[in-house]
């Protein structure tokens, strides 16, 4: 699941901060900590396995049996069951932070500079979503309804 590259670097410097009490977290501001090289493009990276490289990045996603989007969990979960020929799904929510700051009352200009650090991974997650959007666009009509209902009545 690819998440909002903002979203990401917001949530992991408070989860650095308010769960693990991590002393980067707590020597670095947000700004700071987003400008941090090993926490930059973090998610290119890790679907690369090296440098992040948004070609490369986007090949490896091609090559996936399934990819979604975090902010579009409930579709992405269902086109993943579908895949996957499941029958149903047994999910609870984990690991949520409710210290982390909404990415509302960020300002601005951290939110530029952690835009700025993250340039690929926000390249990579446009194509993801844009991608995800299309393969619920290409479902057909029993589906889509099937999806409709889904989403009304997941609650996780």
Do not use: C
Not at 70 to 79: A, G, P, Q, V, Y
Not at 82 to 108: A, C, H, M, Q
Not at 114 to 138: F, S
């Amino acid at each position: 699941m690819l998440r909002d590259p903002i979203e990401r670097v917001i949530s992991h410097y408070y989860y650095f901060k308010h769960v693990l009490n991590n002393k980067l977290a707590n020597e670095y501001s947000l700004e700071e900590f987003s400008k941090l090289d090993r926490f930059s493009n973090m998610q290119t990276h890790y679907i690369t396995g090296d440098d992040p490289n948004l070609e490369k990045a986007i090949n490896n996603l091609k090559t996936f049996a399934f990819f979604g989007i975090t902010e579009m969990f409930k579709e992405s979960l269902f086109l993943m069951k579908n895949t996957f020929g499941w029958e149903t799904i047994d999910y609870s929510r984990g690991n949520v932070n409710n210290k982390k700051l909404k990415k509302e009352s960020i300002p601005k200009e951290t939110i530029e500079q952690i835009e700025k650090a993250n340039l690929i991974d926000i390249q990579l997650y446009q194509w993801a979503k844009e991608n995800l959007k299309n393969r619920i666009e290409t479902l057909d009509k029993k589906s889509k309804i099937e999806l409709a209902t889904w989403v009304k009545s997941f609650k996780p």
